[in-house]
């Protein structure tokens, strides 16, 4: 039987970051992972060719905040990289998040929204925005190829995830200060992070729970229906499946990283990646020929293919009961992007953990006995 004081569910930042802080404060700790890597989604790997695919999805690194940009260069050097994007309209590439001039070109500049007031779905809150055609060609099959429904029957919020760019401004996120990939990869960065932590690897919580118990304090980052036993119904989430092809014959297939597919005609494909683009220069010049991944979206039955909560008031309710439940249990923390049901972006997920370590430490009875406590 194991016996850590803490018990930490799940390697991903949240995990992996509580785990840091505790141990650097002295703590006695221990993460169990059922996959067989550290990091959680936030991986990669190298193809045959030698390009770098990010496992789980493509994963640009941002952040306002120094404490955090200081967090993790403390455990690898990162390269800067400022995603930018493009969407595959009328068979152009056009900017990503859209261009006031493309609006202007083929609208006009005396459009007026189509939607004012209070938006309740997604629907009227992209109409409050931008002209119909332009919706319809850019926002609305591609949120319900990603989400599976008709784009009224999502939330309003979802819509705060993009804007229209007054200036034309094509990078995701330009005012963002710190900006990059980790040099030798994210799989590196996360094994850097928990060195000396002590981490079972294929080791599933559940199917495992009789070999371990916490002395203070489960952690778990993993779905937070599970932990109940899906007792209040099962949350929803969509996945992404991912095809990859080599072109050995090709260099460059694509002007950029990521360019999006947003129309149904163009197949249930989201987006398409190429990776070289979002290696660092030196890495990719030697390599021979380019790795494509199509990402499609499917709604998953394996927890381990989870990645977006569902944005629909049904499951937001569902989320809150369970909330409730978990609040109410002595001994059990539950967070993370499952745990919290939530899209947390990398430096979102670094900060939150940050300061669960710090009210955990606060709150930890043994915080004036141990060294650095
Ligand atoms: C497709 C996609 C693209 C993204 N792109 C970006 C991006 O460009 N920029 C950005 O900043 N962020 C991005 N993110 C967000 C980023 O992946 C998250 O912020 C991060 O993964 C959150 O970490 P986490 O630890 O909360 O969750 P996770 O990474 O999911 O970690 C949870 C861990 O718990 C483990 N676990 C679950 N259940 C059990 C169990 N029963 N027993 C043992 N272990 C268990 C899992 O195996 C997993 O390792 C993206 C996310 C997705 C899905």
């Known amino acids: 039987m194991l016996r850590p004081d803490y018990l930490i569910v799940g390697s991903g930042l949240t995990g992996s970051v509580i785990a840091r802080a505790l141990q650097d404060a ?8 059922r996959r067989d890597h550290v990091g959680g989604n936030v991986h990669d790997h190298k193809h045959a060719s030698g390009i770098r695919v990010h496992t789980y999805g493509p994963h640009y690194f941002r952040t306002n905040s120094d404490r955090i940009w200081e967090f993790v ?12 994007l493009k969407t595959l309209v009328n068979g152009e590439h056009e900017n990503w998040p859209i261009a006031a001039s493309y609006i202007a070109k083929h609208i006009g500049n005396d459009w007026k929204p189509e939607f004012t007031g209070t938006p309740s779905n997604f629907e009227e809150a992209a109409l409050s925005l931008m002209p119909r055609p332009i919706y319809e060609k850019f926002i609305k099959e591609y949120n319900e190829k990603q989400w599976g429904v008709p784009a009224h029957t999502l939330t309003a919020d979802l819509c705060k995830r993009f804007d229209v760019r007054a200036d034309d401004e094509p990078v995701l996120k330009p005012d963002c200060k710190h900006q990059g990939i980790p040099r030798l990869g994210y799989a590196h960065l996360m094994r850097q992070m928990t060195k000396g932590i ?11 729970k009789s070999e371990v118990q916490a002395q203070t304090l489960t952690i778990f980052t993993g779905p937070i229906d599970a932990v109940f036993d899906y007792k209040l119904g099962k949350l929803k989430y969509r996945g992404q499946q991912r095809a990859h092809t080599y072109h ?9 990283g990521q360019v999006n597919t947003p129309m149904h005609d163009q197949g249930p494909a989201i987006r398409t990646l190429e990776w070289k683009h979002m290696m660092h220069p030196d890495e990719a010049k030697p390599i021979e020929g380019t790795l494509l991944t199509t990402e499609t979206p499917f709604t998953p039955t394996d927890s381990g293919q989870y990645e977006y909560p569902f944005p629909d008031n049904e499951n937001a309710q569902l989320y809150r009961e369970y909330r409730e439940l978990a609040d109410n249990t002595p001994g059990l923390l539950v967070c993370g992007r499952l745990g919290e049901y939530r899209y947390f972006d990398m430096d979102q997920a670094i900060g939150r953990a940050m300061l669960l370590a710090e009210r955990i430490l606060k709150d930890d009875p043994d915080a004036d006995r141990l060294p650095n406590g």
């Open 26 to 33: 002295g703590r006695d700790v221990l993460i169990v992972d």
């Open 73 to 84: 260069t403390r455990f690898a050097e990162f390269y800067t990289y400022r995603a930018a």
């Open 198 to 208: 002590p981490i079972e690897l294929g080791f599933d919580y559940f199917e495992r």
């Open 248 to 256: 050995a014959d090709t260099q460059e297939a694509q002007p950029c």
